[in-house]
Protein backbone atom coordinates (compact mmCIF):
# COMPACT_ATOMS: atom_id res chain seq x y z
CA UNK A 1 0.00 0.00 0.00
CA UNK A 2 0.72 3.80 -0.17
CA UNK A 3 3.23 4.65 2.50
CA UNK A 4 5.55 7.50 3.24
CA UNK A 5 8.99 6.44 5.78
CA UNK A 6 10.94 9.80 7.09
CA UNK A 7 14.42 9.68 8.71
CA UNK A 8 13.97 9.38 12.34
CA UNK A 9 14.40 12.32 14.91
CA UNK A 10 15.24 14.10 16.73
CA UNK A 11 17.71 16.40 14.88
CA UNK A 12 19.31 18.89 16.59
CA UNK A 13 21.31 21.79 15.06
CA UNK A 14 22.63 24.65 15.82
CA UNK A 15 21.58 28.28 14.60
CA UNK A 16 22.70 28.96 10.51
CA UNK A 17 22.99 25.31 10.27
CA UNK A 18 22.00 23.29 7.00
CA UNK A 19 18.94 21.29 7.40
CA UNK A 20 17.98 17.99 5.49
CA UNK A 21 15.28 15.80 6.83
CA UNK A 22 14.48 12.31 4.31
CA UNK A 23 11.30 11.37 3.06
CA UNK A 24 10.79 8.29 0.71
CA UNK A 25 7.63 7.31 -0.26
CA UNK A 26 5.46 4.22 -1.85
CA UNK A 27 2.26 4.95 -4.26
CA UNK A 28 0.66 3.72 -6.68
CA UNK A 29 -0.41 6.18 -9.34
CA UNK A 30 1.19 9.53 -9.49
CA UNK A 31 1.05 11.08 -6.11
CA UNK A 32 1.13 15.01 -4.98
CA UNK A 33 3.66 15.17 -2.16
CA UNK A 34 3.54 18.02 0.78
CA UNK A 35 5.57 18.79 3.91
CA UNK A 36 3.66 20.24 7.16
CA UNK A 37 5.05 21.36 10.38
CA UNK A 38 3.66 21.20 13.75
CA UNK A 39 4.27 23.57 16.87
CA UNK A 40 4.30 22.31 20.12
CA UNK A 41 0.53 22.01 20.75
CA UNK A 42 -1.12 23.22 17.50
CA UNK A 43 -1.98 21.57 14.13
CA UNK A 44 -0.40 21.03 10.75
CA UNK A 45 0.44 23.86 8.57
CA UNK A 46 1.28 23.26 5.01
CA UNK A 47 4.97 24.27 4.23
CA UNK A 48 5.15 23.69 0.73
CA UNK A 49 4.22 20.79 -1.83
CA UNK A 50 4.99 19.79 -5.01
CA UNK A 51 2.52 18.00 -7.74
CA UNK A 52 4.46 16.05 -10.02
CA UNK A 53 8.16 15.03 -10.68
CA UNK A 54 11.11 17.69 -10.84
CA UNK A 55 8.77 20.06 -8.87
CA UNK A 56 10.32 21.89 -6.19
CA UNK A 57 8.18 23.22 -3.87
CA UNK A 58 9.35 25.80 -1.68
CA UNK A 59 8.53 28.19 1.27
CA UNK A 60 10.35 30.74 3.91
CA UNK A 61 13.68 29.19 3.04
CA UNK A 62 12.78 25.88 2.82
CA UNK A 63 12.80 23.59 -0.49
CA UNK A 64 12.06 20.37 -1.68
CA UNK A 65 11.97 18.64 -4.97
CA UNK A 66 9.85 15.77 -6.17
CA UNK A 67 12.15 12.92 -7.38
CA UNK A 68 10.30 10.34 -9.04
CA UNK A 69 13.30 8.04 -9.87
CA UNK A 70 14.69 8.08 -6.07
CA UNK A 71 10.99 8.14 -4.82
CA UNK A 72 12.25 10.83 -2.49
CA UNK A 73 11.07 14.61 -1.25
CA UNK A 74 13.96 15.73 1.11
CA UNK A 75 13.46 18.65 2.73
CA UNK A 76 16.00 21.12 3.15
CA UNK A 77 17.03 24.91 4.42
CA UNK A 78 20.26 26.58 3.96
CA UNK A 79 20.29 28.06 7.99
CA UNK A 80 17.82 27.50 10.17
CA UNK A 81 16.25 29.54 13.03
CA UNK A 82 15.19 28.83 16.68
CA UNK A 83 11.91 29.34 15.63
CA UNK A 84 12.30 26.50 13.39
CA UNK A 85 12.04 23.95 15.99
CA UNK A 86 8.87 22.03 15.18
CA UNK A 87 8.06 18.50 14.26
CA UNK A 88 7.77 18.43 10.21
CA UNK A 89 5.13 15.61 8.78
CA UNK A 90 6.26 14.16 5.12
CA UNK A 91 2.58 13.75 3.37
CA UNK A 92 1.72 12.08 0.13
CA UNK A 93 -2.12 12.16 -1.45
CA UNK A 94 -3.42 9.72 -4.01
CA UNK A 95 -5.73 11.45 -6.55
CA UNK A 96 -7.57 7.87 -6.62
CA UNK A 97 -7.02 7.55 -3.07
CA UNK A 98 -10.28 9.68 -2.12
CA UNK A 99 -7.92 12.49 -1.50
CA UNK A 100 -6.86 10.98 1.99
CA UNK A 101 -3.28 12.22 3.04
CA UNK A 102 -0.66 9.41 3.79
CA UNK A 103 1.64 10.98 6.55
CA UNK A 104 4.98 10.20 7.68
CA UNK A 105 5.99 9.36 11.13
CA UNK A 106 7.17 12.93 11.69
CA UNK A 107 10.76 14.14 12.45
CA UNK A 108 11.22 16.34 15.39
CA UNK A 109 13.50 19.43 15.12
CA UNK A 110 15.14 21.54 17.49
CA UNK A 111 17.50 24.34 16.64
CA UNK A 112 19.33 25.47 19.79
CA UNK A 113 20.68 29.24 20.21
CA UNK B 1 -11.32 35.07 8.47
CA UNK B 2 -11.72 31.19 6.63
CA UNK B 3 -10.48 28.24 8.82
CA UNK B 4 -11.22 24.92 10.49
CA UNK B 5 -12.38 25.45 14.19
CA UNK B 6 -11.96 22.59 16.29
CA UNK B 7 -13.41 22.44 20.16
CA UNK B 8 -12.87 21.96 22.94
CA UNK B 9 -8.90 22.41 22.82
CA UNK B 10 -8.94 20.07 26.12
CA UNK B 11 -11.13 17.23 26.90
CA UNK B 12 -11.59 14.82 29.67
CA UNK B 13 -13.25 11.92 29.72
CA UNK B 14 -14.48 9.01 32.18
CA UNK B 15 -13.83 5.55 31.21
CA UNK B 16 -17.31 3.82 30.14
CA UNK B 17 -18.04 7.67 28.91
CA UNK B 18 -18.98 8.98 24.94
CA UNK B 19 -17.34 12.27 24.11
CA UNK B 20 -17.75 14.33 21.23
CA UNK B 21 -15.05 16.45 19.72
CA UNK B 22 -16.37 19.43 17.68
CA UNK B 23 -14.93 20.41 13.67
CA UNK B 24 -16.77 23.35 12.03
CA UNK B 25 -15.48 25.01 8.65
CA UNK B 26 -15.97 28.02 6.87
CA UNK B 27 -13.58 27.22 3.59
CA UNK B 28 -16.58 25.68 1.90
CA UNK B 29 -14.37 22.51 1.47
CA UNK B 30 -16.55 19.47 0.45
CA UNK B 31 -14.32 17.15 2.25
CA UNK B 32 -13.36 16.90 5.66
CA UNK B 33 -11.05 14.45 7.88
CA UNK B 34 -10.37 13.07 11.07
CA UNK B 35 -6.98 12.17 12.26
CA UNK B 36 -5.58 10.91 15.38
CA UNK B 37 -1.51 11.38 16.54
CA UNK B 38 -0.17 9.58 19.35
CA UNK B 39 3.71 9.96 19.86
CA UNK B 40 5.68 8.76 17.16
CA UNK B 41 3.02 7.45 15.23
CA UNK B 42 2.42 10.57 12.45
CA UNK B 43 -0.89 10.87 11.82
CA UNK B 44 -3.50 8.19 11.50
CA UNK B 45 -6.82 8.07 9.53
CA UNK B 46 -10.33 7.38 11.51
CA UNK B 47 -12.81 8.90 8.88
CA UNK B 48 -13.20 11.04 6.19
CA UNK B 49 -16.05 12.50 4.63
CA UNK B 50 -16.61 13.82 0.84
CA UNK B 51 -20.04 15.11 0.89
CA UNK B 52 -22.39 15.90 2.84
CA UNK B 53 -24.50 12.97 3.98
CA UNK B 54 -22.07 10.70 3.40
CA UNK B 55 -18.76 9.82 5.13
CA UNK B 56 -16.49 6.53 5.30
CA UNK B 57 -14.12 4.71 7.57
CA UNK B 58 -10.18 5.22 7.53
CA UNK B 59 -7.57 3.29 9.13
CA UNK B 60 -8.48 3.22 12.84
CA UNK B 61 -12.69 3.78 12.64
CA UNK B 62 -13.16 0.94 15.44
CA UNK B 63 -14.86 2.84 18.18
CA UNK B 64 -15.39 6.08 16.77
CA UNK B 65 -18.13 7.09 14.88
CA UNK B 66 -19.21 10.57 13.08
CA UNK B 67 -22.20 12.07 10.70
CA UNK B 68 -21.79 15.09 8.31
CA UNK B 69 -25.44 16.58 8.32
CA UNK B 70 -24.12 20.15 7.23
CA UNK B 71 -21.30 20.87 4.84
CA UNK B 72 -19.34 22.69 7.37
CA UNK B 73 -19.47 20.72 10.94
CA UNK B 74 -18.33 17.01 10.94
CA UNK B 75 -18.56 15.83 14.72
CA UNK B 76 -16.52 12.77 15.54
CA UNK B 77 -17.54 10.83 18.79
CA UNK B 78 -15.25 8.60 20.90
CA UNK B 79 -17.31 5.97 22.27
CA UNK B 80 -16.76 3.51 25.15
CA UNK B 81 -15.78 0.58 23.00
CA UNK B 82 -12.60 3.22 21.76
CA UNK B 83 -9.83 0.91 24.15
CA UNK B 84 -7.46 3.32 24.38
CA UNK B 85 -8.71 7.09 23.48
CA UNK B 86 -6.04 9.29 24.42
CA UNK B 87 -4.54 11.07 21.73
CA UNK B 88 -4.77 13.92 20.08
CA UNK B 89 -7.23 14.65 17.85
CA UNK B 90 -6.63 16.44 14.30
CA UNK B 91 -9.88 17.67 11.88
CA UNK B 92 -8.90 18.58 8.60
CA UNK B 93 -10.97 20.17 5.60
CA UNK B 94 -10.18 20.03 1.92
CA UNK B 95 -11.33 20.77 -1.87
CA UNK B 96 -11.98 18.06 -3.88
CA UNK B 97 -10.56 18.50 -7.12
CA UNK B 98 -7.20 18.35 -8.23
CA UNK B 99 -4.29 18.02 -5.81
CA UNK B 100 -5.43 19.83 -3.36
CA UNK B 101 -3.55 20.13 0.51
CA UNK B 102 -5.77 20.01 3.56
CA UNK B 103 -6.15 22.43 6.20
CA UNK B 104 -5.83 21.53 9.97
CA UNK B 105 -7.75 22.78 13.07
CA UNK B 106 -5.87 23.03 15.91
CA UNK B 107 -7.08 19.75 17.56
CA UNK B 108 -8.52 18.74 20.55
CA UNK B 109 -6.34 16.58 23.37
CA UNK B 110 -8.88 13.95 24.49
CA UNK B 111 -7.62 12.58 28.38
CA UNK B 112 -8.97 9.27 29.98
CA UNK B 113 -9.15 9.65 33.48
Known amino acids: GDSVTQMEGPVTLSEEAFLTINCTYT??????LFWYVQYPGEGLQLLLKATKADDKGSNKGFEATYRKETTSFHLEKGSVQVSDSAVYFCALRVSSNTGKLIFGQGTTLQVKP | DGGITQSPKYLFRKEGQNVTLSCEQN?????MYWYRQDPGQGLRLIYYSQIVNDFQKGDIAEGYSVSREKKESFPLTVTSAQKNPTAFYLCASSIQQGAPEAFFGQGTRLTVV
Open chain 2, 27 to 31: LNHDA
Open chain 1, 27 to 32: ATGYPS
